[in-house]
């Protein structure tokens, strides 16, 4: 596998952003709490240049790569009186340098994260400029992609559909990125306390991704992908990944672990990038339709209030939406019932009550469709429970009295 070290926060794309924690870290408050250790090994990251200094007092360190700018005295611990005010100087340089870097370093601060960097091969425009589009479909692709980890965070599986997104885009919320220049690099901020776990299992995802590609042009197999499961590979994570290296030469993704929380179990110090090419499409998109048609229907027992009916005709078979209270990792689904079966489901909504019902969840459609459906009762619920499902019911009574009717409707 190549290896090329990307370079490179806002919130992923189609969320409203998130106020940057720097804006409200004070450099003079701030050094109280600033391990020099950890500042010494963020300012390494971001490629600053360690340039001497007193031994064992404090180390000199310059803006990366030759750029003019206030060089920083960082002590080496907090053991010598002058530390605090040299840590206060250096959190001010920082604060006030030009340096792109210099406010990673200060997010990575404020905020114990572990690191993704995202970067692209694509054309510049003019002037360092970038289409829309182009800064769009980063943003998407790493959006994509965390999804894809937090799903996995959650459980394996080839392929999830609708099952868990409500909670895996919860999980995002914390996340800070930073800025996309030219639709060419992003970086996402993940807090330790809270989002480790999803970092870990993606960063072991890509890397098996990568290895069952490789595995695939060498052998012309697909098994890798099946093993590959278990590690967090799935039908949403080889679309974000075709998301990120389509329309360019080439996409690469770079894990760094928070010095203050150390390195993850079963993972590198510092993890190597993990490329992708154009050359790796088609086995993604091979690899994503055969996670999509083999991920197996699953049996199951879901209790539901509905929220649609619609039949063609005042009797027979019809078809309900239920809003998914429990059995079930998915908001909705929709299902078929005979004609007793519609009717136990109409009774009971009338009352305010939420029916159970057994079938199978079918991945075909995302796992959005339950087929024989079987078993179906109303369930007893408080009285609270009761009333708000009543309190909706009024709110909505011209369309359920239009689907109990027969009237058509979406």
Request: with cysteine; charged share 25%; proline share 9%.
């Amino acid at each position: 596998m190549t290896s090329r070290k990307p370079s490179g926060p806002h919130r992923p794309a189609d969320e409203p952003l998130r106020p940057h924690p720097v804006e409200g870290f004070e450099p003079a408050a701030g050094a109280t709490r600033v391990d020099p250790a950890v500042l010494g090994e963020l300012l390494d990251r971001h490629g600053w240049r360690r340039r001497g200094g007193a031994a064992g007092r404090y180390a000199r360190w310059t803006p990366p790569g030759g750029s003019s700018g206030t060089s920083l005295l960082v002590p080496e611990s907090r053991a010598f009186p002058d530390s605090e005010d040299l840590l206060d100087e250096a959190l001010l340089a920082l604060s006030r340098s030009a340096a792109p870097s210099a406010r990673d370093v200060l997010v990575a601060l404020a905020l114990p994260s572990d690191e993704i960097r995202w970067s692209r091969d694509v054309p510049p425009g003019p002037a360092g400029t970038a289409p829309w589009v182009v800064e769009e479909q980063l943003r998407g692709a790493a959006r994509k992609m965390l999804i894809a980890g937090a799903l996995a965070v959650r459980g394996r599986a080839g392929y999830y559909g609708a099952r868990h997104r409500r909670p895996a885009a919860a999980s995002l919320e914390n996340l800070l990125v930073g800025p996309a220049p030219g639709g060419r690099e992003l970086a996402a901020f993940v807090p330790v306390e809270s989002g480790r776990p999803l970092v870990v299992r993606l960063h072991h995802a890509l890397y098996a991704t990568r290895e069952a590609i490789d595995y695939q042009r060498a052998t012309g197999g697909m098994e890798a992908f099946d093993t590959a499961v278990e590690a967090g590979v799935s039908q949403e994570l080889t679309e974000a990944v075709v998301a990120l290296v389509r329309g360019t030469e080439g996409a690469r993704v770079a894990f760094a672990w928070a010095p203050a929380a150390g390195v993850p179990e079963g993972c590198a110090p510092r993890p190597e990038p993990v490329e992708f090419s154009p050359g790796d499409l088609a086995v993604l998109r091979e690899a994503g339709e055969r996670f999509r048609h083999e991920e197996p229907a699953l049996p199951v027992r879901i209790t539901g209030t509905v929220v649609r009916m619609r039949r063609s005709g005042p009797r027979g078979t019809g078809t309900v939406r239920l809003r998914v209270l429990a059995g079930a990792d998915v908001p909705h689904v929709r299902l078929s019932l005979d004609e007793e079966a519609y009717r136990i489901a109409g009774s009971a909504h009338l009352v305010g009550l939420p029916i159970r019902v057994s079938g199978r969840l079918e991945s075909r459609g995302g796992f959005r469709r339950l087929t024989g459906a079987a078993h179906v009762v109303p369930v007893q619920v408080d009285e609270a429970v009761r009333d708000r499902m009543m309190k909706s019911l009024q709110e909505n009574l011209d369309f359920f009295e239009e689907a109990c009717s027969g009237e058509d409707g979406d």
